[in-house]
């Protein structure tokens, strides 16, 4: 199966987010409906190439809370928003806090996992936060 680029702005690009979201807001993981006909309570974020393959950010399927919560915010990233719900670094105050789950990931999990989000391996610590900001761990 080839992977699937979800970067661009098309309705194709669309279609692939809404399909690839299971229809789970990726910022707050509550359910979406993303039947046609269905209640529009939601938003699809697109992403440039650049934006994608630099980290800057994710493309998404959002619902409408977490829209009118990123719109309030003044954040145009995903990433952005999702960081600025984490707790701060207590060493460096960064807003990057990567929550560490731990188990072997799958290569496909692995690949896909959103930057808020750190893989910390099969054997599990007490840390549960990661900062991606200086690296500490708590």
């Not at 690839?20 to 807001?25: D, F, R, T």
Request: charged share 15%; glycine share 12%; aromatic share 6%.
């Amino acid at each position: 199966m080839g992977e699937i680029n979800l970067a661009g702005h098309s309705p194709a690009t669309i279609k692939q987010i809404l399909t690839a979201s299971g229809g789970q807001c990726r910022c707050c993981h509550t359910e979406v409906n993303v039947r046609p006909g269905g209640a529009s309570d939601h938003r699809v974020h697109t992403v440039s190439e650049d934006d994608l393959r630099a980290g800057r950010d994710v493309p998404a399927l959002i619902c409408a809370a977490c829209a009118t919560a990123m719109a309030e915010g003044g954040f145009t990233s995903v990433v952005d928003f999702v960081f600025s719900t984490r707790p701060a670094c207590p060493v460096c105050s960064a807003h990057r806090a990567s929550q560490i789950g731990y188990g072997l990931p799958t290569r496909d999990s692995f690949v896909n996992m959103p930057p808020w989000q750190h893989s910390g391996g099969c054997c599990v610590g007490p840390e549960q936060w990661r900062c991606r900001g200086c690296g500490h761990e708590r």
